[in-house]
């Protein structure tokens, strides 16, 4: 019998990310520890909607059927988007995306943050394979050859042939291996919040580029929209603490009016943005996933889905070196990890960090040049499609 403290992976962070990863590896029949410093918040039906929500993209949800988590998602309280439409206030361009020109039902589905976590969590709970640790906050960890230990605030410690990291942005983990990161704060925070609308959202995700920043609504399993307003920061405070009928009027406005009237909203929250990318994902015995390795702008919508990515990569990469019979710790099997990863969401966060910059300048030349590249996209067919697949991430 393998002793009570040894396992074959640690995942160190039980959010979405983090949780998906423990629960992929264990059913792959690797014993894994998840360690988490405070246990989910619980969801109920009868609670409002929560308001961080999450477009989750097909591979996302290829992801949760394999881990048999999706029907319990999709029957609690998940909208799909069968449409997008993406359009431009400077140039007045616009491009929608339809998932029936793909034969598919939809192009994706707007879920809750903590709805995915609490389905992830109940599913863990129920995992033979997985040790649940939590409370537990790692203070060190050392690589020991075969293995690194983790040694916890209680002074509790633990080893793993892998160490994975999926503690968020600020990693207690990447910094305590000394990876560091590169990027930048955004001038702009994202204002969130729910609304109702005169017109019906028509299961469509809609998007407008602004001055100030891009302007989304996300339609919501029970006909409301969920809004992601990235706005300078002063703007952003300005907004949230307007009253509310101020407030619906001035959305209304940004928004053009698109669902007509903005008549109702629930309460306001922001966060602030940021670019983040690890120098590295890898050290020895050690992977980052998730936002531990990349943090990017949320007008692509794609944060969470370029995590859940990196749970399949990673879980692909490590199930072949143990039917291989390698060791699933080893360098190689890390760097296959690191390849596959890390250039597209290198690629992905500029992207859309140069979306944004070009889609907020006023500047003539460039508004009619991306006017005219939006139309241009809409015009061709097999381009449009190139942008669906990559956003689909099949």
Not at 61 to 71: I, K, N, R, S, T
Request: aromatic content about 6%.
């Amino acid at each position: 019998m393998r002793p009570r403290n040894v396992f074959d992976i640690a995942v160190v962070g039980a959010g979405m990310v983090g949780a998906a990863a423990a629960l992929a590896l264990a059913r792959r029949g690797l014993r894994v520890a998840l360690l988490e410093e405070r246990e989910p918040a619980r969801w109920d039906a009868a609670d409002e909607v929560d308001l961080r929500v999450v477009a989750l993209a097909p591979s996302a949800v290829d992801l949760f059927g394999q881990l048999g988590v999706w029907d319990a998602i999709r029957s609690a309280r998940a909208a799909p988007y069968r449409r997008m439409q993406v359009w431009d206030s400077g140039s007045g361009a616009q491009i929608e995306f339809d998932a029936a020109d793909r034969g598919e039902a939809e192009l994706g589905w707007i879920v809750e943050n903590r709805l995915i976590q609490h389905c992830l969590w109940n599913a863990l709970q129920a995992e033979a394979n997985v040790s649940l640790r939590c409370p537990a906050r790692v203070v060190a960890t050392e690589d020991e050859g075969e293995a690194r230990v983790l040694r916890l605030d209680d002074d509790g410690k633990l080893s793993a042939r892998l160490v994975v990291a999926a503690d968020g942005a600020a990693s207690p983990l990447r910094h305590l291996l000394d990876i560091g990161a590169s990027g930048h704060v955004y001038d702009q925070h994202a204002l969130v919040a729910h609304v109702q609308t005169v017109r019906a959202h028509e299961n469509t995700a809609w998007q407008r580029f602004l001055p100030t920043g891009t302007l989304a609504f996300l339609p919501l399993a029970d006909g409301r929209c969920s809004i992601v307003w990235s706005l300078p920061a002063e703007e952003c405070r300005r907004l949230r603490e307007l009253d509310a009928d101020s407030f619906l009027r001035e959305l209304g406005c940004a928004f053009d009016f698109r669902l007509g009237p903005v008549n109702a909203v629930s309460a306001r929250a922001e966060f602030p943005l940021r670019l983040l990318l690890a120098d590295r994902y890898i050290a020895p015995r050690f992977a980052l996933i998730g936002d531990a390795a990349h943090v990017v702008h949320p007008l692509g919508g794609q944060g969470v889905n370029l995590g859940l990515r990196d749970v399949s990569a990673l879980a692909e990469a490590v199930t072949a070196a143990r039917d291989q019979g390698r060791d699933i710790g080893a360098e190689t099997v890390l760097r296959r990890y690191e390849r596959r990863r890390r250039s597209d969401n290198t690629l992905s966060a500029w992207g859309f960090d140069g979306i944004n910059r070009v889609f907020r300048s006023e500047f003539e030349p460039l508004v009619l040049a991306r006017g005219l590249g939006l139309r241009a996209v809409n015009a061709i067919g097999p381009l449009k499609q190139l942008f669906v697949r990559h956003a689909a991430g099949r």
